[in-house]
């Protein structure tokens, strides 16, 4: 150790440097970087047709449009959701907002298998709401009904967590300008607040998607994982490779990774386009 | 009460008949929970007018502002805009322009949407709106910047911007809050002189805030001294500069020498020293303060003051010191002698906020540079003591604190 310390001194190079670095990178090689890159070093082993006929299957492109559907309109749901809680709570202080902001935010810290079982609990034919509605006919369980209901109570707080930060440090007198010069709240929110809120509500939105798109524990439960009717990307795999089916799941899996990369880059090099004009 | 609003209108100069009130707020009083922060306030502004309400922070100011602008409700009271009771009325349908002391600018609009957004939430057509911005953008010279956004323009800039933005829509009074507060002295004193000159231009009644005084003097054609709460003087700038109606109008607006007097059948005294005044205010044996500004004070050698003053006491000076454009003298006046009004118990919190209050036989003079370089004092000396002009006030009863 004293002969790095010294060399620091006698050279102006700082060994250290190159030494955290490396060890850093080394660290993060098993971890990370491998598992990723065999993805795409296994699926594409056997050349591209091979990848691209596993991905053309009928279940394989089903399970992918499934997944990016219901995901969809969990993400709709919950960045109009968030939007609303953002607002209420940080615009009105009453009894029980804290409480409430925590329920919000507690699905983040619920196992996501638990989350299915409550959902199957709750809507299943013998739960406490789905036993009422079963004998008319409507089971939500086991549709791709269940499967969002399912994306928005997992990805319930990410939406709304990007946005509130943003609503409680906008200047309450853009607002208060809004309404002398004469707009109503309806015309303050869509021209004034709304647009400073852009960048966050694309994040939110890019974010409660990936998270959705990758939805596994809960799905697995409410989805019956039928395939071809309720099997989203992330089963497909799964199935695929419970029946040995390694190829065809891998498939998947390299478009599910680069879709991902691809909402981190959004996130990442936009970061400026979305904060300022 | 009663007692100091005669007064007032005795200051008052004979003054020629304004037009009527395009503004005013009526007996409005405020209170956020039990605490009162405005209490029957009252004033008008006049067509053209620039108002400016002074006061320190925590005199209710700003609550006086955002009440005329709807952002409040008073617990009491009316604003009445044009002769329209808007009192019930939300912000929106007020018409009034407030430029906020962050200004408020939208920040995703360049400064022609800035500008244009008024009119825009009113649906008028393209072509006018257009056509408006375009007037309002020379008429703020700010035509070269019309594409930007409010982050890339200066503070002077931003402002004009949101000048412009309320002009837009020909607001029925304009409301400025501390509008020079986020900026550095000497952009502040370019700014006021061209926003004033813009208001003359323009011809919308204003107010300001500002707790500046001499942004105050200079800004308003009448201002409004604020106290805790309520109005302590309304007038020119003249006028309560040089016949402030309370010690605090005094005392808050410059420097301010006061003096404990009673009131003699043709004079005034002080301890042992007389001055001679007619008046026909005070009863004789009343106990009243006499306030006068150090550049009031007019120092003589020897036992004679300087022609056309009213002799006050000879005195001694104390201290001397150079503060740019003049120098100040401390000076304790000679006046021994029965006080009878020293047992007059004015109370000394009414007085303790202001910083140079000197204790009741010292005074402060202040001599023009000409003047101190001509006359030499020493610490010391003994001089003469004289008055170019004093007011004489009635003891603080009536005002705050009492009723």
Request: charged share 20%; with cysteine.
């Amino acid at each position: 150790m004293s002969t790095i310390a010294a060399m620091r001194h006698v050279r102006g190079f700082d060994v250290a440097r190159p030494l955290s670095i490396g060890t850093l990178v080394f660290l993060m090689l098993p971890l990370v970087f491998l598992p990723l890159a065999s993805i795409f070093i296994f699926g594409t082993s056997n050349g591209l047709d091979k990848f691209w006929s596993a991905l053309m299957q009928p279940e394989a492109i089903f399970a992918l449009k499934l997944s990016m559907a219901t995901s969809f309109w969990a993400t709709v749901f919950n960045v109009i959701f968030g939007l609303f809680a953002a607002y209420v709570l940080s615009r009105y202080n009453f009894w029980g907002r804290n409480a409430l902001i925590v329920t919000i935010s507690l699905p983040t810290a619920i196992p996501t298998a638990v989350a299915g079982f409550a959902l199957l609990l709750l809507w299943g034919p013998y739960g406490t709401l789905g036993r009422l509605f079963t004998p008319h006919g409507f089971q939500i369980m086991f549709t791709a009904g269940a499967i969002i209901l399912a994306n928005i109570f997992v990805t319930f707080p990410l939406a709304f967590g990007v946005i509130k930060p943003v609503f409680d440090t906008m200047s309450r007198s853009l607002e208060e300008a809004s309404a002398t010069i004469g707009a109503t709240r309806w015309q303050t929110f869509w021209h004034v607040t709304l647009p400073s809120l852009r960048g966050a509500i694309v994040s939110g939105a890019l974010l409660t998607f990936a998270r959705a798109v990758g939805e596994f524990g809960s799905t697995i439960l409410v989805s019956g994982n039928l395939a071809g009717r309720t099997q989203t990307a992330p089963l497909y795999i799964f199935a695929k490779f419970n029946e040995g089916q390694i190829e065809a799941a891998n498939a998947i899996a390299i478009v599910l990774a680069l879709f991902s990369f691809l909402i981190f880059s959004v996130l990442f090099f936009a970061r400026d386009w979305l904060d300022v004009d | 009460m009663k007692a100091k609003e005669t007064l007032i209108r005795k200051h008052e100069e004979p003054e020629p008949a304004r037009p009527a009130a395009a503004a005013s707020v009526v007996g409005i009083s405020k209170r956020f929970g039990k605490a009162s922060v405005l209490e029957n306030i009252s004033f008008d502004v006049a067509e053209g007018e620039v108002l400016v309400l002074l006061g320190a922070s925590g005199s209710g100011k700003t609550t006086i502002l955002r009440i005329i602008a709807g952002l409040e409700m008073p617990y009491t009271g009316k604003v009445i805009l044009h002769g329209r009771d808007v009192t019930e009325l939300p912000a929106r349908e007020r018409g009034v322009g407030v430029i906020f002391q962050s200004y408020a600018l939208f920040p995703k609009m360049t400064v022609e949407k800035n500008i244009g957004y008024g009119l825009r939430i009113r649906k008028h057509k393209r072509k006018e709106i257009r056509e408006t911005v375009n007037e309002l953008l020379s008429l703020v010279q700010l035509e070269e910047h019309r594409k930007k956004y409010p982050s890339q323009l200066s503070g002077g800039q931003q402002q004009r911007v949101a000048i412009a933005r309320t002009l837009a829509y020909k607001p029925e009074v304009l409301l400025f809050d501390e509008p020079f507060g986020a900026l550095d002295t000497q952009t502040r004193v370019h700014l006021r002189r061209e926003i004033r000159a813009l208001l003359k231009k323009v011809n919308v009644p204003s107010i300001f805030i500002t707790h500046d005084q001499e942004e105050a003097l200079e800004l308003g054609d009448r201002v409004a001294v604020l106290n805790v709460g309520h109005v302590e003087q309304i007038g020119t700038p003249f006028e309560i500069y040089n016949h402030p109606a309370t010690e605090y109008v005094a005392t808050f607006l410059g420097a301010a020498n006061v003096l404990e007097a009673t009131v003699r059948k043709d004079f005034l005294e002080v301890g042992s020293a007389r001055i001679p005044v007619e008046q026909d205010k005070f009863r004789e044996g009343d106990c009243v303060k006499i306030v006068f500004r150090p550049e009031d004070v007019a120092l003589n050698r020897g036992d004679l003051p300087p022609s056309g003053h009213a002799r006050l006491a000879s005195g001694r000076i104390e201290e001397i010191s150079f503060v740019g454009a003049y120098e100040r003298l401390r000076l304790r006046l000679d006046v021994s002698g029965a006080d009878e009004c020293k047992a007059d118990d004015t109370p000394y919190y009414l007085t303790t906020e202001t910083p140079e209050r000197p204790s009741t036989k010292s005074i402060i003079a202040t001599r023009p540079k000409p003047e101190a370089s001509t006359t030499r004092f020493q610490v010391g000396e003994k001089v003469t003591v004289a008055l170019t002009s004093f007011t004489v006030l009635p003891p603080q009863k009536g005002t705050k604190g009492t009723n």
